[in-house]
């Protein structure tokens, strides 16, 4: 019979609130450089954003004067003095000198630790330089989420290359799982993977989608893009699901609809971008153990004799 006692231990592990997620989003900030970073209103709106998120990936990013994610960031952690954020970037990523990006990965220092980073090669034997953007790779440590610890595959797929470059995030998988020893990968970005560039039929040949080990968390029916003329689920988050099944918040992967959440009008949101971030939470893990440790011991046996 569980007694009173064993309530208030359940209570005790819990902190005695509900417990906290962390959030991980990905937004593709359409040529986010100088102009944007100019303007007051659409930084107002990035700030609210990327304030929501223990981790953020920006991508579209076109910073060549290297002043807007500055002050991005100087914004950002002005903002609320609670959280603080850093960030890290990719190098200039692209296939010409004249049209590059780079991945940008803002995290905030409470709940975030980055343990390591790897930049996917341009070509590795036999692998055709598959992609315009090779994934800037970033290993965490989260002690607060029940998974503790993942990595994130960044990608911005080229839209006529969608197909080819989404089947060849398998190989960075393999490739990850080698380097690393762990499987807890997460994809994430706008991968294009709809309307027109990832047809229907050519799925089954995208190993991502096709490898049944891969959820895709963002659905084919979801609107990621900002223009009410279009509807289409470019943006995406797929997880090694094994690895992710108990340490995601179910049904909390969703593309985030700043403009309606923020009263913006369609012309104002596309201002800030033409696509919504992704989403999604995980679940808290018990990181009040370790630290609490000797009074959960006295709980747990207290707890044992008086239910005996
Ligand atoms: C598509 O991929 C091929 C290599 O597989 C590359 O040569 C070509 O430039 C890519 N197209 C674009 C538009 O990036």
């Not at 231990?9 to 417990?19: K, N």
């Not at 289409?232 to 108990?246: N, Q, T, W």
Request: aromatic share 12%.
């Amino acid at each position: 019979m569980p007694t009173p006692l064993f309530f208030l231990f359940l209570l005790y592990l819990s902190g005695g609130r509900p417990a906290s997620v962390f959030k991980i989003c990905a937004f593709n900030v359409q040529s986010f450089g100088d102009s944007k970073a100019r303007n007051n209103e659409v930084m107002r709106t990035l700030v609210q954003i990327v304030s929501r998120c223990d981790i953020c990936l920006l991508q579209e990013v076109r910073d060549t004067k290297k002043n807007a994610v500055p002050l991005l960031m100087t914004a950002l952690n002005r903002y609320n003095s609670q959280n603080q954020y850093r960030y890290v970037a990719s190098e200039r990523l692209g296939r010409t000198s004249s049209y590059q990006e780079q991945y940008v990965f803002v995290y905030r220092t409470s709940s975030v630790i980055l343990a390591d980073q790897y930049q996917y090669p341009d070509t590795l034997p036999g692998d055709m330089d598959a992609f315009s953007r090779e994934p800037f790779i970033v290993h965490l440590y989260a002690p607060r989420t029940a998974i503790k610890e993942f990595v994130l595959v960044p990608q911005h797929t080229t839209p006529t290359n969608a197909t080819k470059e989404i089947d060849a995030l398998y190989d960075v998988f393999l490739d990850v799982k080698r380097k690393w020893k762990t499987e807890k990968v997460m994809f994430l970005g706008d991968f294009n993977a709809d309307c027109g560039y990832l047809a229907k039929k050519n799925r089954q040949k995208v190993r991502l989608y096709s490898n049944q080990a891969f959820l895709w968390l963002i659905g084919d029916k979801d609107d990621t893009t900002v223009r009410d003329s279009t509807h289409c689920a470019y943006d995406r988050i797929v997880v090694h699901e094994e690895s992710f099944a108990r340490a995601l918040v179910p049904q909390s992967a969703k593309p985030f609809n700043f403009a309606s959440e923020y009263g913006l009008t369609e012309e104002q949101a596309l201002l800030v971008s033409d696509h919504y971030p992704v989403e999604v939470e995980l679940r808290a893990g018990s990181a009040q153990i370790g630290s609490h440790y000797p009074h959960l011991i006295i709980l747990i046996v207290t707890a044992f004799f008086t239910s005996t």
